[in-house]
């Protein structure tokens, strides 16, 4: 299975925004983009004019790596939520945040999309009572994504605390237990992206 292996931090300095890749450190100085808030290599901290083509690149790299999804992947998810009724743009958000390592990342189960990935690549989960380890799964209203019996007296899920989720998911931490409300709409995506210049990119 083809995975992004080089530094996640290079990742958002490229992007010149935080991407919360690496869950906690994000949150604390050590921060690349605290601490180096420029392009890495050699021409990094060049001044660039930037090309109608070159800002739509960057929209779509960014939610790209946002999500951990690669360029196939994301193409492929592009091209369901081209087909989907209403705008394209706002189904690919919708798509992405479905992602099963994203769900987990959303319930608070995983610090980082990266360690969710894991965590369901390890089959810790389950989806309708049904076992779930692939990542790219996409969950809809009704799923309920529930921890493993056996996987429940693991350290990572004993004592976790309660956190704020989106509207359009529900968790109970007593059980380990959550399920999808609704499809997920624009404003509950919390990225800053302008999602139709990836629709202008792909249209071309």
Same mark, same amino acid.
């Given at each position: 299975?083809?995975? &992004?292996?080089?530094?996640?931090?290079?990742?958002? *300095?490229?992007?010149?925004?935080?991407?919360?890749?690496?869950?906690?450190?994000? &949150?604390?100085?050590?921060?690349?983009?605290? *601490?180096?808030?420029?392009?890495?290599?050699?021409?990094?901290q060049s001044r660039k004019k930037v090309s109608e083509y070159g800002i739509q690149l960057r929209e779509k790299q960014k939610t790209r790596r946002f999500y951990g999804v690669l360029e196939k992947q994301f193409r492929k998810i592009y091209a369901t939520a081209d087909k989907m009724k209403g705008k394209t743009g706002e189904n690919l958000l919708a798509l992405l945040e479905l992602r099963l390592d994203n769900v987990v990342y959303r319930m608070g189960l995983a610090s980082s999309r990266a360690e969710a990935r894991q965590l369901v690549n390890h089959g810790h989960f389950t989806v309708n009572g049904k076992k779930a380890n692939i990542p790219s799964m996409f969950l809809v209203a009704g799923d309920v994504l529930e921890v493993k019996e056996s996987s429940r007296a693991s350290v990572k899920f004993k004592d976790m605390a309660e956190r704020t989720l989106p509207k359009w998911l529900s968790f109970d931490y007593n059980n380990l237990k959550g399920s999808v409300v609704q499809t997920p709409e624009r404003q509950d995506v919390d990225l800053e992206v302008k999602e139709h210049l990836i629709v202008e990119l792909y249209s071309k």
């Open positions: 299975m083809a995975r &992004y292996t080089d530094a996640s931090c290079k990742l958002c *300095r490229r992007e010149g925004e935080k991407l919360f890749l690496k869950g906690q450190r994000c &949150y604390s100085n050590k921060c690349a983009i605290a *601490r180096r808030s420029f392009a890495p290599g050699q021409h990094g």
